[in-house]
């Protein structure tokens, strides 16, 4: 058996997504409460009255949107939100926990919403009925035996501070340091586990899967990232000297890529682009300092040295402990022209690998794409890893109260195999928290039909249904992975 014997196998959510209760106790508003749902093959859009006060809508996505300017975001009686209400964890989590526990789960990955602590992100005291509610879910948490890892910021800015400051603003550092610190201060006793921003790299991802995306943009997304950066660096810091036995993570979205042949314009387009979307952030938290390819990015879009150098030895001191991603699915890079492209709806990451099959959403499955990563992210960085995201979107079925979900199973039974091989290879991996433990909200089409619970939710896209959980079949399957710490995958 090669998991160590205190490996973390748990589960992973986000605020936004799973906890509902939008406008509860105090809670201000994020910009996924101004969201409607999507598909695949619609958009998700914000909602709004412009100045003249007419109804207006935008489209979105988690890593970007047009936001207008001189508006009102607003909530349409005809439209349906579903982050408003997730699956309701707010008034659940004592039920969903006790599910946890029974599955055997000795961690549990959640975020804080920012604006349930501070409801516009500027005032000066936090609300305690926020602080209250996360206190609760710490302590049952503690009691079930499952230690929390906690995301401060995942995709939930408090919509204020989207819409009237932003991270272009270093104003942002501050605020954003003010929460966490709060959290951090308020928590000490319950939680060791924390990583400062979900998926930090994702902020660049636009400008990797949309064609011609605006190169001012793009500009603007590496000021908003050193911004993050610095925010980080300053929040782990401040870990570092006042609660030494926390351990501070990064979260990288995994992007992880190939030559889609063996022209070597695609493989060295295919370096660039791991450099250019993963190592960039990953050297700057885990490294503390700017990779060389950096300085060939900032001439490119005639960016200032001197901006993102000003803050080295912050940076330095903020590296972190542990080294988390995400990993779904690898894609291929090309610079030969008409190849057939993977994603689907209003999302594509690049060319199809003919080897690999593909999900109902266009996602490559590959877990030998994971091996890979693991042991690049072993030799680069000798930190810890946790794989704090992964998973099968697909579409369930409930019968008779059950659900058979063989698919999810074989694509656990492969990507453990492969994280049990990265382990044989080296590789220091110490947790791995699948994505939607429980079915949420898909944060890129806002369906609940993309579903990658091993936890069913009777909930669906209109938000109709009783929000009963019902175990699938593979809840039994990684409750025994779990119980023999995975010698049976």
Same mark, same amino acid.
Request: negative net charge; charged residues 25%; proline residues 4%.
């Given at each position: 058996?090669?998991?160590?014997?205190?490996?973390?196998?748990?589960?992973?959510?986000?605020?936004?997504?799973?906890?509902?209760?939008?406008?509860?106790?105090?809670?201000?508003?994020?910009?996924?409460?101004?969201?409607?749902?999507?598909?695949?093959?619609?958009?998700?859009?914000?909602?709004?009255?412009?100045?003249?006060?007419?109804?207006?809508?935008?489209?979105?996505?988690?890593?970007?949107?047009?936001?207008?300017?001189?508006?009102?975001?607003?909530?349409?009686?005809?439209?349906?939100?579903?982050?408003?209400?997730?699956?309701?964890?707010?008034?659940?989590?004592?039920?969903?926990?006790?599910?946890?526990?029974?599955?055997?789960?000795?961690?549990?990955?959640?975020?804080?919403?920012?604006?349930?602590?501070?409801?516009?992100?500027?005032?000066?005291?936090?609300?305690?009925?926020?602080?209250?509610?996360?206190?609760?879910?710490?302590?049952?948490?503690?009691?079930?035996?499952?230690?929390?890892?906690?995301?401060?910021?995942?995709?939930?800015?408090?919509?204020?501070?989207?819409?009237?400051?932003?991270?272009?603003?270093?104003?942002?550092?501050?605020?954003?340091?003010?929460?966490?610190?709060?959290?951090?201060?308020?928590?000490?006793?319950? +939680? =060791? %586990?924390?990583?400062?921003?979900?998926?930090?790299?994702? &902020?660049?991802?636009?400008? #990797?899967?949309?064609? @011609? $995306? !605006?190169?001012?943009?793009?500009?603007?997304?590496?000021?908003?990232?050193?911004?993050?950066?610095?925010?980080?660096?300053?929040? +782990? =810091? %401040?870990?570092?000297?006042?609660?030494?036995?926390?351990? &501070?993570?990064?979260?990288? #979205?995994?992007?992880? @890529? $190939? !030559?889609?042949?063996?022209?070597?314009?695609?493989?060295?387009?295919?370096?660039?682009?791991?450099?250019?979307?993963?190592?960039?952030?990953?050297?700057?938290?885990?490294?503390?300092?700017?990779?060389?390819?950096?300085?060939?990015?900032?001439?490119?879009?005639?960016?200032?040295?001197?901006?993102?150098?000003?803050?080295?030895?912050?940076?330095?001191?903020?590296?972190?402990?542990?080294?988390?991603?995400?990993?779904?699915?690898?894609?291929?890079?090309?610079?030969?022209?008409?190849?057939?492209?993977?994603?689907?709806?209003?999302?594509?990451?690049?060319?199809?690998?003919?080897?690999?099959?593909?999900?109902?959403?266009?996602?490559?499955?590959?877990?030998?794409?994971?091996?890979?990563?693991?042991?690049?992210?072993?030799?680069?960085?000798?930190?810890?890893?946790?794989?704090?995201?992964?998973?099968?979107?697909?579409?369930?079925?409930?019968?008779?109260?059950?659900?058979?979900?063989?698919?999810?199973?074989?694509?656990?039974?492969?990507?453990?195999?492969?994280?049990?091989?990265?382990?044989?290879?080296?590789?220091?991996?110490?947790?791995?928290?699948?994505?939607?433990?429980?079915?949420?909200?898909?944060?890129?089409?806002?369906?609940?039909?993309?579903?990658?619970?091993?936890?069913?939710?009777?909930?669906?896209?209109?938000?109709?249904?009783?929000?009963?959980?019902?175990?699938?079949?593979?809840?039994?399957?990684?409750?025994?992975?779990?119980?023999?710490?995975?010698?049976?995958?």
């Amino acid at each position: 058996m090669n998991f160590p014997k205190d490996f973390y196998w748990g589960g992973a959510t986000a605020a936004n997504q799973y906890e509902g209760g939008w406008n509860l106790d105090g809670r201000g508003p994020a910009l996924t409460d101004f969201t409607t749902g999507g598909s695949a093959q619609t958009n998700r859009y914000l909602t709004y009255f412009d100045k003249n006060g007419d109804p207006k809508k935008v489209r979105t996505s988690i890593v970007s949107s047009d936001i207008p300017m001189d508006v009102t975001f607003a909530v349409f009686e005809d439209e349906h939100y579903p982050n408003h209400m997730g699956v309701d964890f707010y008034h659940r989590y004592k039920e969903d926990i006790a599910l946890f526990k029974e599955m055997g789960m000795n961690m549990f990955r959640m975020s804080i919403s920012w604006s349930r602590i501070y409801p516009l992100g500027i005032e000066e005291a936090p609300n305690e009925e926020g602080l209250a509610f996360y206190r609760n879910v710490f302590e049952e948490l503690k009691r079930n035996g499952i230690e929390p890892l906690v995301t401060i910021s995942h995709y939930d800015d408090p919509a204020y501070i989207a819409t009237k400051i932003g991270w272009e603003d270093p104003k942002t550092i501050d605020l954003y340091f003010k929460f966490a610190k709060t959290v951090m201060d308020e928590y000490c006793d319950l +939680v =060791k %586990y924390w990583l400062t921003f979900n998926e930090i790299n994702s &902020m660049l991802m636009l400008s #990797a899967f949309v064609p @011609n $995306y !605006p190169e001012e943009k793009t500009r603007l997304s590496y000021i908003q990232l050193h911004n993050k950066f610095v925010a980080s660096a300053k929040t +782990v =810091k %401040y870990a570092h000297e006042t609660y030494p036995e926390f351990v &501070m993570g990064c979260m990288i #979205a995994g992007l992880v @890529n $190939y !030559p889609l042949t063996c022209d070597p314009k695609d493989i060295l387009a295919a370096q660039e682009k791991m450099q250019n979307y993963f190592w960039y952030c990953g050297d700057v938290q885990s490294r503390g300092k700017y990779p060389s390819c950096s300085k060939k990015i900032w001439a490119q879009y005639g960016l200032d040295p001197e901006f993102f150098n000003k803050d080295a030895q912050l940076l330095k001191e903020g590296k972190v402990d542990v080294f988390t991603f995400s990993y779904y699915n690898t894609t291929c890079v090309t610079t030969h022209k008409d190849v057939a492209k993977d994603g689907a709806g209003n999302l594509s990451m690049g060319a199809k690998n003919p080897y690999i099959h593909y999900s109902d959403w266009g996602w490559g499955v590959d877990a030998d794409g994971l091996r890979y990563i693991l042991n690049e992210i072993e030799d680069r960085y000798s930190l810890p890893i946790m794989i704090v995201e992964n998973g099968l979107g697909a579409y369930d079925v409930l019968e008779d109260e059950q659900v058979h979900d063989p698919y999810r199973i074989e694509y656990f039974k492969c990507h453990i195999k492969a994280m049990d091989d990265a382990i044989q290879d080296g590789v220091n991996l110490i947790g791995y928290t699948p994505w939607g433990i429980v079915d949420l909200v898909s944060a890129s089409t806002g369906e609940m039909a993309k579903r990658y619970g091993v936890i069913y939710v009777d909930l669906d896209d209109e938000g109709k249904g009783t929000l009963k959980r019902y175990k699938k079949d593979s809840f039994d399957y990684y409750a025994n992975v779990i119980r023999t710490n995975g010698k049976e995958y």
